[in-house]
């Protein structure tokens, strides 16, 4: 057992062994006038810097009353100040070393240096038996027992795990040095000769620089003929020798079986389109059918390319806590759901939103806050658990292994953001004066409330939905503004009264590249709605207009507006509860304006056609017209 008076006398032994070799620069003078430099003066220099009297004494008291050495003894004495050198140099040469090399140890390690799993000279020192010559950990949690309610004893567990710890990184940093030592085959043959070989003999000389150069001149042609003579005294062995093979990388039968069903299913998809331009275009990245892009996907893109250039998302970006999670098991539900409906399918993205607000109203959902839980996995067992069970009344058979991968990918990825309570975020900004601009993310007509029901999302899209989704309060919004196009468009199933299924909203979806963001699919394309816009506008509260997308109507002849619906032999203005197939729009058309719109700065000088267009739309609407773009650069949009 490791008694306190027992490691006392040890520890003088155990704290020489801390430093064993010489190190970086170091000059050390006692010359110094002890009473000429001050109260605390210079006493020695490491690596540069000057040591005071004071750091060093410091250091020997510390030592002195962790050894218990008696100062009647001079011996010791010695070995002690020797020892706070050796501390000292270590404090100001070896630990920065450390910390710009990564040296450290591990707190498995800590452990193992205590229970004698790694050899420590230190603790060694302090605990071996002396009837065994054993490493004793019966005395280590003797000792440990004892230093309870002992501030001393404890002070003395500390240091003696510190110089174990510091003893540990020294043989890290000893391994590098040793690991670095490299000694080749020539270095190591001369070195067998120099010790192997013996000779006697007598000499005499003259020292090479007690003769004047003036005596001797040697010319260019003696020294090339002295080399050429000599040329074995100065040839060069390689000092590498370098072996390589070659591996043949050419494709496998299973390859080119795998290459040639992908072909074939593109060159099927390719054939099918209508638009061969528009094919390539949306499948340069991959095939359409493999759209799934998760977040850590997006840090590999997006993100590292915004990090490179200055903007590192997961700094800026803020993500509420309150947000809903899309499960992998919630695209595939997406998936069966618009399978099990047939003709009726509603023509969702497929990634999962409509089962996500599912899981949301029936208060089943994952949210962002539940990926900082300590039982995270748990939620998204019993979630998972809800989901499949659900798959397997349905009949569905699916495969989520490597889509769970990536989501769990993302979701690692996810808790490197600012998650906050976003509610108090956005209305401390509202209170400190700043400006917030809120984006809806699909129009009016997809609202789950008030659009085409039952061809709508899951939220609510509108204006409001800002209060909801933000958290703030209704009159803290500002200016609402309604952006829409000159004409419409519409992605996936549900009515739409201004279609167009000519060449016309062929031409419409051409030059506007209209195909859908996520899916790649055709967009619908028709006419102005009017019926649509005012009842948008009524809706969502907007108090200013941005036209999008003028310049794709440039060349049209004739451009009509959808001003009113007939409905059962009437005509209504009213943007009505279901639309049937009895609802015919009621047009009223417009001179095409027949010019290359982008070629204008000011609305004034747009010609005549285009401006009766946007004036008509802001006479029906009530509404001012305030931003119209008219080309896809931020400088092709005209502020009026």
Known sequence: MASLNTLRTRFGVVLSIIIAFALLAFILSLKTDMGLSGNDPKVGVIDGSKIRY???????????????????????MDQLAEMAWQTLIANHVYLPGFEKMGISVTDAEREGLISGEYYSGTMAAAFTDPRTGQYSVEGVSDFIAQATGNPQMQYM???????AM????????????????????????????????????SWVGKRYHDMPDSLFSVSDSEIKAYYNSHKARYEQKPS????????????????????????REVGDEFAASDDPK?????????????????????????????????????RQLCISKKAHLILPTHRILDAAYEAAKGSARIGTTGKGIGPTYTDKVSRNGMRVGDVLSADFE?????????????????????????????????????????????EYFVNECLAADKSILAEGAQGTLLDVDFGSYPFVTSSNTVCAGACIGLGIAPNRIGEVYGIFKAYCTRVG??????ELFDQTGARLRDIGHEYGAVTGRERRCGWLDMVALRYSIMINGVTQLIMMKSDVMNDFETIRVATEYEVGGKRTSYFPYEVGDDLKPVYREFPGWKCDLRAFTRYEDFPAEFKAYVEFIERETGVPVKIISVGPDRGETIVR
């Not at 003893?167 to 890290?172: A, D, L, P, V, Y």
């Not at 199933?493 to 201004?498: H, L, N």
């Open 493 to 498: 199933s549900g009515p739409f009264p201004t």
């Open 240 to 263: 590498r020798t370098l072996s390589y093979v070659v591996f043949e990388v050419a494709p496998s039968a299973e390859d080119m079986a795998t290459l040639e069903k992908t072909v």
């Open 278 to 314: 528009a094919f390539a275009k949306n499948n340069r990245f991959g095939k359409i059918t493999d759209n799934y892009r998760s977040v850590a996907q997006l840090l590999d893109d997006e993100a590292e390319a915004l990090a490179a250039s200055g903007h590192d998302l997961t």
């Open 378 to 422: 748990k939620i998204y067992a019993r979630a998972k658990a809800r989901h499949e069970k659900i798959l397997r009344s349905l009949a569905c058979e699916y495969d989520i292994t490597e889509l769970e991968q990536k989501w769990f990918a993302a979701v690692e990825y996810l808790r490197r953001f600012n998650i906050i309570d976003s």
């Open 166 to 201: 510091r003893e540990r990184e020294i043989n890290k940093y000893n391994g590098l040095v040793k690991g670095g030592v490299y000694v080749n085959r020539l270095e190591a043959e001369e070195g067998v000769d120099a010790q192997n070989k013996t000779f006697s003999g």
């Open 54 to 76: 004071s750091e060093y004494i410091e250091v020997y008291n510390n030592l002195k009353d962790q050894s218990n050495i008696s100062e009647s003894n001079e011996e010791q």
């Open 157 to 163: 567990w500390g240091a003696l795990v510190g110089q």
